[in-house]
């Protein structure tokens, strides 16, 4: 069955770093876009950042461009989300989550995206 489980999350200060990842499985992950959304405490889910199938086609939040990294490695079936200068209001979980439809990398909507992970905790002290 399809799994996607994230890694990597965790408490860091205001300004840090951390890079979270998705190990994939049940599925075949080259062919899929990938995408990490996140969601904070009585919020909705929203998105942060998309990839294509072949890594080259990146999409973010405008909110997030320049900080936060997007990439994958269709060898290792691996997502990753590099998080730099990281504020408080990054604070959330983050979800790594699937899809296979042609033109779902370019989707914010939470409902495009036919798989999910559990989630990791991203936590940001100021």
């Known amino acids: 069955q399809v799994q996607l489980v994230e890694s990597g999350g965790g408490l860091v200060q205001a300004g840090g770093s951390l890079r979270l990842s998705c190990a994939a499985s049940g599925f075949p992950f080259p062919s899929y876009a990938m995408a990490w959304f996140r969601q904070a405490p009585g919020k909705e889910r929203e998105f942060a950042a998309g990839?294509?199938?072949?890594?080259?086609?990146?999409y973010y939040d405008d909110s997030l461009k320049g900080r936060f990294t997007i990439s994958r490695d269709n060898g290792k079936n691996l997502v990753y989300l590099e998080m730099n200068s990281l504020k408080a209001e990054d604070t959330a979980v983050y979800y790594c989550a699937a899809g296979g439809n042609a033109g779902v990398v370019t989707s914010k909507r939470p409902r495009a995206w036919s798989n999910w992970g559990q989630g990791t905790q991203v936590t940001v002290s100021s």
């Open positions: 990839i294509g199938w072949n890594g080259v086609n990146t």
